[in-house]
């Protein structure tokens, strides 16, 4: 199993930039692919960004051009740094990883992103 613990979200005003972490730990070796998921109040899960082992990256074109992701793997820790903040990127944001073939998955317990002024 593998364990993810979110930190970094919080109260941003428009045109502000934030960087969330992810920290994974257990069965590291398992994960083939970290990313992060939002959830506005009121709409589904969807894909803000994704990081595969080998080192391909796809981003939401709602993000592209604002948002990076990138791996530690010292540190077995994923970073979604957030730039040119919007009122429409408020939301729940989730750290998820899975393992090769879907055989396995895993969820933070979120961190509030809120962008406000």
């Known amino acids: 199993q593998v364990q993810l613990v979110e930190s970094g979200g919080g109260l941003v005003q428009p045109g502000g930039s934030l960087r969330l972490s992810c920290a994974a730990s257990?069965?590291?070796?398992?994960?083939?692919?970290m990313g992060w998921y939002r959830q506005a109040p009121g709409k589904q899960r969807e894909l803000v960004a994704v990081?595969?082992?080998?080192?391909?990256?796809n981003y939401a074109d709602s993000v592209k051009g604002r948002f990076t992701i990138s791996r530690d793997s010292a540190k077995n820790t994923v970073y979604l740094q957030m730039n040119s903040l919007k009122p429409e990127d408020t939301a729940v944001y989730y750290c998820n990883a899975v393992g090769k073939g879907g055989s396995f998955g895993s969820w933070g317990q979120g961190t509030q992103v809120t962008v406000s002024s």
């Open positions: 990081i595969i082992n080998g080192g391909r990256i």
């Open positions: 257990g069965s590291i070796f398992s994960i083939y692919a």
